[in-house]
Antibody, heavy 118, light 107 residues
Framework: EVQLLESGGGLEQPGGSLRLSCAAS????????MTWVRQVSGKGLEWVSV????????HYADSVTGRFTISRDNSKNILYLQMNSLRAEDTAVYYC???????????WGQGTLVTVSS | DIQMTQSPSSLSASVGDRVTITCRAS??????LAWFQQKPGKAPKSLIY???SLQSGVPSKFSGSGSGTDFTLTISSLQPEDFATYYC?????????FGGGTKVEIK
């Protein structure tokens, strides 16, 4: 059974940093791309970033480019999202997702809440 | 970026109704289109990929069609557990944009 467990969310001040983690199990982690998606409370889904299976290719939404960095540790089956220069508009639930061929999402984690506020 | 437009943004339907949701891409995406279901307070769930292929474990009352720019999600006979918000997403080109969602409510 695929399991994705996010952690690292919390309250951070504007301009601060947080690192989200996503622990994966139930599949061969090193064989699949992984994605981060976020959702502001009461709003729709926003694609944030993707990383290839090997970690050598990444893509970002314009809204986070230059501030967020996606990475992975295939030896530990963990996906990361380093979030710097946080803004109030980054406040959202962040989901990690397993991605199949072409980056399509097939399984989702339960999400972790990030709140950016002074 | 490719814009994904869903319609309607919300609808009211009765148990047993056939429901159709539309998703339009601002440019052609072949069949790189997925549908997701999200219930309040829960993570999204994958329903369909490749515009018409059912994710493993998803009941056959859900079906998808379309190619290019116009796509539909159909629920053949709405059941109480199907009341939720549905999102489309294109994965043809980065960023992999989502539609704004369609909330299916009980009439």
């Amino acid at each position: 059974e695929v399991q994705l467990l996010e952690s690292g969310g919390g309250l951070e001040q504007p301009g601060g940093s947080l690192r989200l983690s996503c622990a994966a199990s139930g599949f061969i982690f090193s064989s699949y791309a992984m994605t981060w998606v976020r959702q502001v409370s009461g709003k729709g889904l926003e694609w944030v970033s993707v990383i290839s299976a090997s970690g050598d290719s990444t893509h970002y939404a314009d809204s986070v480019t230059g501030r967020f960095t996606i990475s992975r540790d295939n030896s530990k089956n963990i996906l990361y999202l380093q979030m710097n220069s946080l803004r109030a508009e980054d406040t959202a639930v962040y989901y990690c997702a397993k991605s199949g061929r072409y980056g399509r999402i097939d399984y989702w984690g339960q999400g972790t809440l990030v709140t950016v506020s002074s | 970026d490719i814009q994904m437009t869903q319609s309607p943004s919300s609808l009211s339907a009765s148990v047993g109704d056939r429901v159709t949701i539309t998703c339009r891409a601002s440019q052609g995406i072949s069949n790189y289109l997925a549908w997701f279901q999200q219930k309040p307070g829960k993570a999204p769930k994958s329903l369909i990929y490749g515009a018409s292929s059912l994710q493993s474990g998803v009941p056959s009352k859900f079906s998808g069609s379309g190619s290019g720019t116009d796509f539909t999600l159909t629920i053949s006979s709405l059941q109480p557990e199907d009341f939720a918000t549905y999102y489309c997403q294109q994965y043809s080109t980065y960023p992999h944009t989502f539609g704004g969602g369609t909330k299916v409510e009980i009439k």
